[in-house]
Nanobody, 124 residues
Framework: QVQLVESGGGLVQAGGSLRLSCAAS????????MGWFRQAPGKEREFVAA????????DYGDFVKGRFTISRDNAKNTVYLQMNSLKPEDTGVYYC?????????????????WGQGTQVIVSS
């Protein structure tokens, strides 16, 4: 079964940290572009980070400013998003996504598989 399953969301105070995980199955994980997006209530889905292991490429949303780090463990078919110095505006549902073409990795349309999302709430 081809799927992505996120975990690790929760409630955290501003300034705190969370690590999100996304376990992939049924796809060639090591060759896949793995991305993270987020969506706050009433807002469009927003690019957070992406990684392509074969080229060592990573990309981050402009708002990240060094606070988040994407990493992956190909042996476990898992991608992570380490989030530090969290702010209330980081609140939202965080989605993991998989794609195949590193052209417009910041666009949700470039991804063809999505997880169900994990909620992150940052309190002030």
């Amino acid at each position: 079964q081809v799927q992505l399953v996120e975990s690790g969301g929760g409630l955290v105070q501003a300034g705190g940290s969370l690590r999100l995980s996304c376990a992939a199955s049924g796809l060639t994980f090591s060759r896949s572009i793995m991305g993270w997006f987020r969506q706050a209530p009433g807002k469009e889905r927003e690019f957070v980070a992406a990684s392509l292991w074969t080229s060592g490429s990573t990309d981050y949303g402009d708002f990240v400013k060094g606070r988040f780090t994407i990493s992956r463990d190909n042996a476990k078919n898992t991608v992570y998003l380490q989030m530090n110095s969290l702010k209330p505006e980081d609140t939202g549902v965080y989605y993991c996504a998989a794609g195949n073409i590193w052209i417009q990795v910041r666009m949700p349309e470039e991804y063809n598989l999505w997880g169900q999302g994990t909620q992150v709430i940052v309190s002030s």
